[in-house]
């Protein structure tokens, strides 16, 4: 039987394609073990994750290892309980040294349907393991959320959890821990440029409404300015809504803000490239075998007013597929800070117990080929901010407004394309 979720994912933790339960496994043989006598064991379990792997994996070389004698030294185990069987799970995926191969326990994985619903339980931060150090890193804390409000920034390092050290700790296990009932505390440990900060965060229900739109005054008239903080189910028609509201109002250009937005869903950030793009390459996929998808703009966009995009370190995965897409097609300039740098894809795949694993499949390319992975995409106009600015700014909740150094420097930014943009009408009507 197959299981599939009308979704993909392109997030800080998770980017990619449809969710399966696996079937149809490769015979590759352990003596006379047999499908047969694995079925409905914890075991099977153990088989079913190396199998998706073996099948999957986009490095065909499974980081150096003979992923086939893994395989031996797995299924000669004896596993008395499923817990014993998730163990030497997360075990066997250390091995490929990639902290986005995770397995998920069905709690877990329950949690992560959660995540792309729009609501969730919890303190608002979106986490990430450090490739090289599998430190847990913040990639953003979502904006009006106990982590936003309390001052905790991307890049913060989370060292301890209610007082358990997150060293060697899995992501999962962090967010699990982090996520509780709405109304109790979490206290978190963090470390940001070697200094250590403690922070006591009362969990909240937590509605995530992925696009905010108003119009600003500018120089050149109105301005749209969008705020997006997640691709979440509702991003794309809630753009879609956005944008045709603004242009009834009559604005000469807009402002999208993809600072700390950690991403989401893959289909999203695809068809929001779309409303801004008539044509063009948006972003392709490589796969272990080299098998390329490419997704194109092919349709009438919403608006050919000027945009400028600002991004930052948090701006991870979908929002890189949708910065890296108008940027390499000129249809957008970029202010801000160089991106996260997640460039790879994961496909999440339903167990036939409930749980999940999610495998890195391919690799994915901004237009104009670049892999972006841990390197980010650099903006066009460069604008950093210091911690104390950063802080100001989430303490005084003024993000997009004139307090805001990025913010200020895109309206000068697109106050110029406006300007440009208007010339280049009247040269036109006059000829």
Do not use: C
Not at 158 to 172: E, K, L, P
């Amino acid at each position: 039987m197959q299981r599939k979720w009308p979704w993909q994912l392109a997030r800080g933790v998770a980017i990619g394609a449809t969710v399966t339960a696996a079937a149809g496994f490769l015979a590759t043989g352990v003596g006379k073990q047999s499908w047969a006598s694995l079925k409905d064991s914890p075991k099977q379990l153990v088989d079913e994750v190396w199998h998706i792997i073996y099948r999957d994996y986009v490095d065909g070389s499974f980081n150096k290892q003979d992923w086939r004698q893994v395989r031996q030294q797995y299924l000669s185990r004896e596993y008395s309980s499923k817990e014993e069987a998730y163990k030497a799970i997360r075990e066997m995926l250390e091995k490929l040294g990639d902290p986005y191969t995770r397995f998920m326990e069905p709690r877990q994985l329950a949690n992560l349907r959660v995540d792309t619903s729009g609501e969730l339980t919890g303190v608002g931060i979106q986490l990430a393991q450090e490739e090289g150090t599998d430190r847990l890193v913040v990639i953003a804390p979502i904006e009006n959320t106990p982590a936003s409000r309390a001052g905790i920034l991307p890049k913060d390092y989370i060292v301890a959890i209610d007082g358990r050290s997150t060293r060697g700790m899995d992501i999962n296990e962090a967010v699990s821990l982090i996520r509780g009932r709405p109304g109790t505390t979490v206290q978190l440990v963090i470390e940001r440029d070697k200094k250590i900060l403690t922070f006591t965060l009362t969990r909240e229900r937590i509605e995530i409404h992925a696009v905010r739109h108003e119009v600003r005054e500018a120089p050149v008239g109105k301005v749209g300015y969008i705020r997006m903080t997640q691709f979440n189910g509702n991003a794309a028609p809630d753009m879609r809504a956005a944008i045709r509201q603004l242009e009834s109002q009559g604005v000469t250009g807009y402002i999208l803000d993809l600072r700390a937005n950690p991403g989401g869903l893959l289909q999203a950030s695809i068809e929001i490239a779309r409303m801004w793009m008539d044509k063009g390459t948006i972003v392709s996929t490589v796969t272990r075998a080299g098998q390329a998808e490419r997704y194109e703009a092919h349709r009438r966009p919403l608006t050919n007013r000027p945009l400028v995009i600002l991004v930052d370190g948090g701006s991870a995965s979908a929002s890189e597929i949708l910065a890296g897409a108008l940027q390499d097609n000129r249809r957008a300039t970029l202010v801000g800070t160089k991106t996260f740098g997640k460039g790879l894809v994961q496909s999440v795949r339903e167990l036939q117990d409930g749980s999940g694993v999610a495998v890195t499949v391919a690799k994915y390319f901004t237009p104009s080929g670049k892999d972006i992975n841990k390197e980010g995409i650099i903006p066009d106009v460069r604008v950093e901010l210091t911690d104390e600015q950063r802080e100001r700014i989430i303490r005084d909740q003024a993000m997009g407004t004139a307090m805001d150094p990025q913010y200020a420097r895109a309206v000068d930014v697109l106050t110029d394309l406006v300007r440009r943009h208007s010339n280049t009408l009247r040269q036109g009507a006059a000829k």
